[in-house]
């Protein structure tokens, strides 16, 4: 070998990377989608959630919601106890002390905007884990509002 790097050989294995992907692209899609639906349902069942993304116009991969009365950070911080990584926005605001811009924009409540924790979703996340984390969040909740608001 003479060093040269072969161009050829890493475009072809780039492309048929790719063309086993997008050809999978629209089932990880609808596996995706009905994984956020059955977590939000089943989060629906606890009154403590209010849900930011609502309507037709929402991606499937990412359910964020509030949960009145707790600071995001704090869900995020007990859950990572958990093993269970989720964050409070997006990571371009992530080191922000600030309310979510976007959930104090729609909701024009600061304390549901620094409240807030984004749930990021895959092809690759199972119903296993997604049962996890709801259990979690429902023992966080009842908890937190056991030893602080009652």
Do not use: W
Request: aromatic content about 12%; charged content about 20%; glycine content about 4%.
């Amino acid at each position: 070998m003479d060093g040269t790097i072969n161009n050829n050989s890493i475009r072809n294995g780039y492309y048929s990377n790719f063309i086993k992907f997008y050809n999978k692209t629209s089932e990880h899609f609808e596996d995706v989608k009905k994984k956020y639906l059955y977590l939000r349902s089943k989060l629906e069942n606890n009154n403590k959630i209010v849900f930011n993304t609502n309507g037709d116009k929402i991606s499937y991969y990412i359910l964020n919601f509030s949960i009145i009365g707790l600071r995001g950070e704090t869900i995020v911080h007990t859950l990572e106890n958990e093993e269970i990584y989720v964050s409070t926005g997006s990571s371009c605001s992530s080191k922000l002390v600030k309310p979510e811009k976007t959930i104090l924009a729609i909701s024009s409540s600061n304390e549901r905007a620094t409240s807030t924790i984004r749930i990021s979703l895959s092809f690759l996340s199972t119903y296993q884990e997604i049962d996890c984390l709801v259990n979690a969040i429902n023992k966080i909740i009842a908890i937190i509002y056991i030893i602080f608001y009652n």
